[in-house]
């Protein structure tokens, strides 16, 4: 059973750059979620999908974030115009379902280094 | 809203010292507690959860019992391994509409040979 994978696992990118990352979730997964982290700090929710719909957006931390998840499987999160600001690691998660007892997995994460 | 609180860090100890890592959650609601761990460069691994009150969770000699009267999920092993070191994530999860983890600061600990 392959767990959460996340490409690119590295990206550095100019500032004004738009940068896109991609998750696969756990394959029977249908709760998927994408959190930042910032070096020396815990995880920072900023969005989720139950299937393919986004049933919470509102922490995503400026209109220059968006997410999909098109068909309910894989998922992408774009950034544009990037910032300085915008430098962390991005992580994507995935659980069974909402319930709160079900594991949440998380991936290895996408660094993002902006220039 | 919800929230977690740890333990500052870092915590640094010599191998086979006995650990504990202090985590306390609002008491809003019901959730389950997880502890995850994070090892340099690397995403979040599940170490061990509960999902209600008096259950103990444990895993790799690690253990943290779900304690509702103190609204307390502190973390312990009984002798800490040079490997042990990394950063440990308390982390509830309320369910409900959202049902995702909230995250403290964490704790990094360091284990001396």
């Known amino acids: 059973d392959t767990g959460v994978s996340q490409d690119p696992r590295h990206k550095i990118t100019k500032r004004g750059q738009n940068v896109t990352f991609r998750c696969d979730p756990i394959?029977?997964?249908?709760?998927l979620y994408w959190y930042r982290q910032t070096l020396g700090q815990g995880p920072e929710f900023l969005t989720y999908?139950?299937?393919?719909?986004?049933?919470?957006k509102s922490r995503l931390l400026s209109n220059r974030f968006s997410a999909e998840r098109p068909k309910g499987s894989f998922s992408t999160l774009e950034i544009q115009r990037t910032e300085q600001g915008d430098s962390a690691m991005y992580l994507c998660?995935?659980?069974?379902?909402?319930?709160?007892?079900?594991?949440?997995?998380f991936g290895e994460g996408s660094w993002l280094t902006v220039v | 809203g919800n929230s977690v609180t740890q333990m500052e860090g870092p915590v640094t100890l010599s191998e086979e010292a006995f650990l504990t890592i202090n985590c306390t959650y609002t008491?809003?609601?019901?959730?389950?507690l997880f502890w995850y761990v994070q090892y340099p460069g690397e995403g979040l691994q599940l170490l061990l959860k509960?999902?209600?009150?008096?259950d103990k969770g444990s895993n790799k000699g690690f253990e943290a019992t779900y304690r509702k009267e103190t609204t307390s999920f502190h973390l312990e092993k009984g002798s800490v391994q040079v490997s042990d070191s990394a950063v440990y994530f308390c982390?509830?999860?309320?369910?409900?509409?959202?049902?995702?983890?909230?995250f403290g600061k964490g704790t990094k600990l360091s284990v001396k040979p």
């Open positions: 998660a995935s659980s069974l379902t909402g319930v709160a007892g079900n594991t949440i997995y």
């Open positions: 394959s029977e997964h249908n709760r």
């Open positions: 999908f139950q299937n393919e719909a986004q049933l919470e």
């Open positions: 008491a809003t609601g019901y959730p389950s």
């Open positions: 509960a999902t209600k009150a008096d």
């Open positions: 982390a509830p999860n309320y369910g409900g509409s959202q049902g995702n983890l909230i």
